[in-house]
């Protein structure tokens, strides 16, 4: 038997490599680990030692200090052998491995788990649309588009596990065979439906809005498939009283999203590190501590804010060696926001908000368990990366509808309008064209859903003494009741506040007026649990 003992790396990224000690063919030990660090290598010696007392740790530890000797010269040299002719490389060249979606190619990243002779051992295959060839090859650090054109992939994964499989191998290997040989992909106008459907299965809409609400959810998961061609990503803002159906919408949305990253409680740190590692869908349920006033809430927010537009990032004093360096960590990407309370300003002006409310009695949506149709799960997920590898691009870059929007609005509903005007479907487009210049005349109003109350309380007291007021005297009512919160709302925006309860206008000479009786006023408060005699008559 071969007594050599043998020491292989691999680079991984950030001074890291992937380190497997070998005596002739039999592996002894595997880790990932910097081998520049004293730590590391000593953590290393020791387990190799104990399972070979033969070897010393000194001897080890110097193999490993040889090894990172060699690590280096690979970074040295690296630059040359990548740009033999010396020219300077073009920064949009450079993209993220694990989702690509351009107009010259389009690429995901799907990880594996190989049974090898070393046991099992993750991979990242690279699923590719170039043209009309469709190919898979293994995950390296260039991408090759056409002859003499390659994107240099960076920052390049490391070696999957078991739990990344499970989280981010979402496309189905029959799905995938069939993609490679040739199945045509299913259309958008498809995707929207089968994503719109297993979200009707499950949440319960405002009933006045379900079908535009539910627009904008279905395509906001396509979106999620193509974020990385955008400038810009809308945020989703999931508003509404306790019991309304926040969870259980998050928890929807995460199946079928991008690389779904849920979480309730979040450090500044863990998202950007996160973020910027895998690339993924931030589900953030519970977020009223956004408006708290704390060091770890404010570098959160620094880095939800940063979040929105591509490019964003956060920066930070990294130790490299026996120093420090300044280290970028990209955290662009779409994000889902579940609260009470209401959101700072800033962050809710990157938001579309979807207003939730309680589901009626005997609403089977609700009480559906989300694991009753795998086989459907599992056909929606695949008809979204095939999607997004065939029609994404080509969605985003659709023109825009025409529409009232404008600024901040047009930025936020762009791409969702995009995706849906490629579907083909004008009465659809109407829909979400309609919704949007609706949701975004009552922006205000969605920052601070703690106002709902208090304009229910105002309306219930004038109707209470038989007057027919319009939206505008609801809102003067309201503002004397509760001044501070109401100093930005509109007319318009207390009417569509109010048409989420299902409380509507009617004309009356010309004049919107609500003729909600003050009884089903009272109901609907007492269905949410809103004290509309919780301030004193003035």
Not at 178 to 203: C, F, H, K, N, Q
Not at 340 to 348: K, N, V
């Amino acid at each position: 038997m071969d007594e050599t003992l043998v020491i292989d790396a691999a680079p991984c990224g950030r001074g890291n490599a992937d380190i497997v000690c070998k005596l002739g063919d039999k592996t002894i030990h595997r880790d990932r680990i910097n081998p520049s660090k004293h730590a590391d290598r000593k953590r290393f010696s020791k387990v190799v030692s104990e399972a070979l007392p033969a070897f010393q740790p000194g001897d080890i530890d110097a193999e490993l200090m040889a090894t990172a000797d060699r690590l280096d010269a690979l970074n040295v040299s690296a630059p040359e052998d990548g740009q033999q002719s010396g020219d300077e490389l073009d920064v949009s060249r450079i993209v993220r491995p694990e989702l690509i979606i351009r107009n010259d190619v389009s690429a995901i990243a799907i990880p594996k788990m190989i049974d090898s002779a070393d046991g099992a051992i993750g991979r990242w295959v690279h699923y590719i649309r170039c043209g009309d060839r469709r190919t898979s090859a293994p995950l390296t650090d260039r991408l090759n588009v056409a002859d003499g054109v390659a994107l240099i992939l960076d920052p390049m994964p490391g070696r999957p596990t078991k739990l990344e499989v499970a989280e981010c191998g979402r496309w189905s290997k029959r799905s995938r065979d069939a993609w490679l040989t040739g199945d045509s992909a299913p259309s958008t106008a498809m995707v929207l439906r089968a994503v719109a459907e297993r979200i009707d299965r499950y949440v319960s809409l405002p009933p006045e809005a379900a079908t535009a609400h539910g627009l904008t959810l279905a395509s906001w998961v396509l979106m999620t498939y193509v974020f990385r061609s955008l400038p810009a990503v809308p945020y989703l803002y999931l508003a509404g009283p306790a019991g309304s159906g926040k969870t259980r919408t998050m928890d929807v949305l995460s199946r079928m999203a991008w690389r779904p990253m849920l979480a309730s409680s979040l450090t500044g740190p863990t998202l950007y590190r996160g973020r910027h590692a895998s690339g993924g869908v931030l589900f953030l349920d519970e977020a009223e501590r956004m408006k708290e006033r704390s060091p770890d809430v404010a570098e959160l927010q620094a880095a939800l804010l940063a979040g929105y537009r591509a490019g964003g990032q956060v920066k930070r004093l990294e130790p490299i060696g026996d120093t420090y360096r300044t280290v970028s960590f990209d955290c662009f990407g779409p994000v889902v926001l579940g609260c009470i309370r209401g959101l700072p300003p800033a962050l809710s002006s990157r938001c579309i908000t979807v207003r939730m409310i309680r589901a009626s009695k005997g609403d089977v949506r609700v009480s559906r368990s989300l694991d009753d149709d795998v086989d459907g799960q599992r056909e929606t997920l695949d008809k979204l990366h095939c999607w997004a590898l065939e029609h994404g691009h080509d969605a985003v870059s659709m023109p825009l509808p025409a529409s009232t929007l404008a600024n901040r609005d047009a930025e936020l509903w762009g791409p969702l309008l995009r995706i849906v005007a490629h579907s083909g479907d004008a009465a659809a487009v109407k829909l979400l064209v309609d919704h949007a210049e609706t949701m975004s005349a009552a922006g205000a109003s969605d920052a601070s859903p703690e106002a709902d109350p208090v304009l229910l309380m105002a309306l219930h007291r004038i109707r209470s003494v038989g007057e027919i007021p319009s939206a505008g005297e609801v809102l003067e009512r309201a503002r004397e009741i509760d001044p501070d919160s109401l100093s930005e709302f509109s007319p318009r925006g207390v009417a569509g506040i109010l048409k989420r309860y299902d409380v509507t206008t009617s004309k009356s000479n010309g004049r919107k007026v609500f003729r909600t009786s003050p009884e089903t006023i009272a109901s609907i408060c007492d269905r949410y649990g809103y004290d509309i005699d919780g301030v004193n008559n003035e």
